[in-house]
Structure formats: C-alpha cells, structure tokens
C-alpha cells in the first residue's frame, strides 16, 4: 500500500495547476503536426477530424492523439482525501495487441533506480531524493497497473503517493516543480510507451 499523508488543499491545488500546465506546454509543442481545433477555426474549409486534444476537467487533465495508426490518450490528475494524496499518471490504449508485459517490466526497471535518485534542480534540498516526494509501493507492481477492457480503450495507470514533508519548497517554485513532475512522473510513461509501440510495428 501506498503511504497516506495529508497535503493541504492549497498545495493539491498547485499540483494540479502544474498538470494543467504541462498538458497545456505538451499539446502546443506538438500542435504543429496534427489537425487542432484552433486550426479548423482559422481554416473553416478543413474538414479533416481534429487528431490532437486536449482536456481539463474534474477528472483531471487529458491530451488525445487520433492521427493514423495512433489513437491513444495521456491522462494526468491528482487526488486528496482521508486515506492521502496520490498523483496518477496515465494512457488509454487503442492500439491492438500491445505488449502491456513489456511496458510494465521497462516502468518497473526504470523507477527501480530512479526513485532513489536526487531531486534535481533545487538547492535547499540536495539531500532529497524522488522518493522523498513522490512514492511508489514496495511492489512496484502496486503502482503500475494495466486494465485492458473489452471494448474499450485499456488503460495503464502509475500512481504515486505524495508525501508532504519537502512540498512547500518544492510548490514555492512553480517552474521546476512543473519540470520535476513532467520529468520523474510524466516523461517515463510518455518514452516507454513509444518504444514499446515503435517495437510492435517492426
């Protein structure tokens, strides 16, 4: 089981303010390559489907990939109540036959040695590691879970319990907190899943 630890309201409101925004910095860097919706309002004769979303709603903070062989959505939110605040970071799957064994052994191998690893990028606290701030369970198989749904898109979860004790430094600058998330949280799920997907179409 993940630890439970009581993080304010105020500060699970700048953790979520940070997944909005890195959805929001994600979907503009690629923007250029797809069908947007702002691309159809300047250009009313494209009738082509939008193939990239995005999202932002009680259930979190979402951006959608549609274009070709690609139909799969990234998935970023946070939650607080009495049993603790967990950030959750995940993709809905249409792609066929993905090889979700694969996927999960490569989160694991990473996070294996990553979560000891230093916190990067603020000098109060050198002696802070990852797994100081966001944790994982024991079994990295507790915080990596994949539910494949018939019928619908599966979806692959990891999920990280927060624990309140370096927070304030680390909300009190919005920038490399958005930059710790993206890289420790988001990042590792966003390149693995494209290196499994890029092995399946060989």
């Known amino acids: 089981m993940l630890p439970a630890k009581r993080v304010s309201p105020k500060v699970v409101k700048l953790i ?26 300047e250009n009313p004769a494209l009738e082509a489907p939008e193939e990239l979303k995005r999202f932002h709603d009680e259930s979190g903070h979402r951006i959608k990939f549609a274009k070709a ?5 990234y998935g970023l939110s946070v939650d607080s109540g009495p049993d603790g ?3 959750e970071v995940s ?16 989160l694991a ?5 990553a979560r000891t690893r230093p916190i990067e990028g603020f000098k109060k606290l050198k002696n802070a590691r990852n797994c100081d701030v966001f944790v994982l369970g024991s079994h990295l198989q507790e915080s990596i879970r994949v ?14 319990g927060i624990l309140d004790q370096h927070l304030d430094e680390l909300v009190s600058d919005p920038p490399n907190f958005m930059e710790m998330i993206h890289q420790y949280c988001v990042a590792p799920l966003r390149r693995i899943y494209a290196e499994v997907y890029r092995n399946k179409r060989r």
Not at 91 to 96: A, D, E, H, L, W
Not at 109 to 113: K, M, N, S
């Open 147 to 160: 539910e494949q749904r018939e019928g619908k898109a599966d979806i692959v979860r990891v999920t990280f």
């Open 85 to 87: 605040c967990r950030l």
């Open 91 to 106: 993709v809905n799957n249409k792609v066929p036959n993905f090889n979700y064994g694969e996927l999960t052994r490569r």
């Open 109 to 113: 191998a990473y996070y294996e040695t």
């Open 16 to 41: 979520d303010e940070a997944l909005a925004a890195i959805i929001d910095q994600w979907y503009l860097s690629v923007s250029d390559y797809y069908i947007t919706a702002e691309k159809k309002a």
């Open 69 to 73: 062989e690609l139909d799969f959505t």
